[in-house]
């Protein structure tokens, strides 16, 4: 069932956005089973879930980590040397703990082959309080300097938000105001930077919202549920 869903998803998708299946609190047997065809990238909420399935699943997987992540766990997300990206990033002080942490890593294992890992950084679209992100243009500003200036373990890869209910949930002919809100940052963040827009991912839409997402410009949806059942915790 889990790879009929994941199928299902993907036919309606043009090839140039990611199906990111989010695992969270499903067992790696399930992961496993997409792995099996062809499915690398994967995304997580969780560092000490995400450990645990990094230690069981094959070692090219490309982990994403989507969830909330506290300043004094930057560290063992470093130490996952598959981790391929951060989606969830919202302060400068994670940004030197995720770089500084990764970049010892390395010298403890002696390993150049541990890549850097990309970024991108949460924006609070919605002015939601419970969800995390940041809230304006000018908190954004030094993150990203420091993304292309002065971070050796990290790369810049784009932008990330969660849209509200209520946006979610409107009409499939109106556009997302949280989706149109991250593609005005986007073209501020290329006007500041002298960044080519195809350079800037975005990251935005989930089960409810993936199909106005796609028509709004993202590159990449994450989608739990719809593709492994519904969560218990």
Known sequence: MVLQNYTKILNKLPSNVL?????????????????????????????????????????????????????????????LSNLYMVESIDSLKKLNKLDTARGSYIEETKDSSIGKINVKIQVN??????????????????????LLNEAKHLKFNGLM?????????????????????????????????????????LSMGMSNDFEKAIKQGTSEIRIGSDIFGSRYT
Do not use: M
């Open 19 to 79: 199906l990111l299946p989010v695992s969270k609190f499903k067992p790696a047997s399930d992961i496993q089973i997409l792995y099996n065809h062809g499915v690398r990238q994967f995304g997580e909420n969780y560092v000490q879930e995400l450990t645990e399935k990094h230690t069981v699943l094959p070692k090219d997987i490309k982990w994403h980590f989507i969830g909330q992540l506290q300043t004094n766990k930057c560290k063992d997300l470093a130490k």
């Open 161 to 201: 938000t969660i849209g509200s209910l209520a946006n979610s949930t409107t009409s499939s002919s109106e556009a997302n105001d949280d989706f149109a809100k991250l593609n005005e940052v986007k073209l501020l963040v290329a006007k500041e930077f002298g960044l080519n827009l195809d350079d800037i991912k």
């Open 125 to 146: 679209t919605s002015n939601e309080i419970q969800k995390g992100g940041i809230n304006n243009f000018d908190e954004l500003k030094p993150l990203i300097e420091f």
